[in-house]
């Protein structure tokens, strides 16, 4: 006999032609049938239930352009999930790489530029995150483009799978750079410390204001070499507290109880001299690469000196510099920001000055994907 399947699946069974069994004989045949038979529908069982291997099971992502993310996104969105995130980073509960950076140098045909590439896993959260980020890319002026772009790729925690890809072209970014600021203004400044000083009046110090704005009510005081005047405007209209326009960076430190500096960074903003002597926070977010600092050495020798992750700071923030030139160990820093989140190590306690290194991380990236694809993944 023999066990076959047609076209539609369907097992048949051939028996040989029929003979003149005895007794004995039939039941044994019986027997072998019965198992036969068996056995072709076990194996039936089988292949139906064996999930077949595929490579397209996974739906495309979405794409979110930029008009989308722009319109559907603001600092204050982020400063909660960044917040939490810096916790979990403190406490050793968030998977962040070094930052991979690739330099384009300028050719006939290439450059110049920068992308640098970030991502981090938030432990017990639904996605992970990885971004990419252009910048610098300051032929694109000439073309009628921004010179810098990038895009967060949120990506789904249980299956692997890409859920949504962000073209945000550094607005995501600076979202989470600014509820950063507000996490670093919350726990490393006292509540009477309300004059915030400004260096810097682009992209991301539009979103430090707002973001200062969101802690407590300020007096702003504006310094940079191009758009002060218009930054102070914008800022007094949009959050209802006042701005003004300081002369000088030293008019500016002079009056300031806490100063944001988000500068290029191709040499430093400020002088110690020009602190305010009753105590002072410098909240950097300009170095994110190792040719890049604001704040002078001695100012960060004589701080209070908080990183937002000290194996990054010391490669490319500020404290790298002052790491170079012998003027602190890694023995110097008071603590990274999720531990004063924590608790574990006080902020403010007096008079002294504080400069909180912000160079962006993985964690940062993490928790503003969650945010964005929380918020626009059902759309």
């Not at 007794?23 to 056995?39: A, C, E, H, N, W």
């Not at 510099?321 to 160990?329: K, R």
């Amino acid at each position: 006999h023999q066990c076959w399947q047609d076209q539609d699946g369907i097992k048949s069974l051939i028996l040989p032609p029929r003979l003149p069994l005895e007794p004995i004989m039939l039941t044994s045949f019986t027997r072998q049938t019965t198992r036969f038979v068996k056995t072709c529908l076990v194996n039936q069982q089988r292949q139906a239930t064996t999930p077949t291997r595929s490579f397209s099971a996974f739906p495309a992502p979405k794409l979110f352009d930029y008009e989308t993310v722009t319109s559907s996104l603001t600092v204050g969105d982020a400063i909660e999930s960044v917040e939490e995130a810096f916790s979990a980073l403190a406490k050793g509960k968030v998977d962040v790489p070094m930052p991979m950076h690739i330099g384009v140098e300028e050719s006939s045909v290439a450059g110049p530029g920068d992308c640098h590439i970030k991502g981090g896993y938030v432990a017990a959260t639904p996605t992970f995150t990885v971004k990419l980020a252009c910048v610098s890319f300051y032929k694109n002026i000439e073309k009628g483009l921004p010179p810098g772009s990038g895009i967060f790729i949120v990506v789904n925690a249980v299956t692997g799978a890409p859920l949504g890809v962000f073209q945000e072209n550094r607005f995501m970014t600076d979202l989470r750079t600014g509820a950063a600021g507000a996490v670093a203004m919350k726990h490393c400044t006292s509540a009477s410390q309300d004059v915030v000083g400004f260096i810097g009046c682009g992209a991301i110090a539009r979103n430090m204001a707002r973001a200062a704005a969101a802690v407590r009510p300020i007096k702003g005081i504006a310094f940079g070499l191009a758009g002060s005047e218009e930054f102070a405007a914008e800022m007094s209209e949009e959050l209802g507290m006042p701005f003004e326009v300081a002369g000088s960076a030293e008019e500016l430190c002079g009056k300031s109880d806490v100063i944001f500096t988000q500068t290029p960074g191709a040499e430093t903003v400020l002088e110690k001299s020009w602190l305010n002597p009753a105590g002072v926070t410098i909240i950097a977010s300009g170095s994110d690469q190792p040719t890049k600092q604001e704040i002078p050495n001695d100012v960060l020798k004589a701080s209070k000196y908080i990183s937002d992750l000290t194996k990054q700071t010391s490669k490319v923030g500020e404290l790298r510099g002052a790491l170079q030139a012998g003027e602190m160990t890694e023995d110097d820093v008071y603590a990274e920001l999720g531990e004063v989140v924590n608790g574990d190590k006080p902020g403010r306690e007096g008079d002294e000055i504080i400069v909180v290194d912000l160079t962006g991380t993985g964690a940062q990236d993490a928790a503003i994907g969650q945010v964005a694809w929380d918020k626009l993944g059902g759309v």
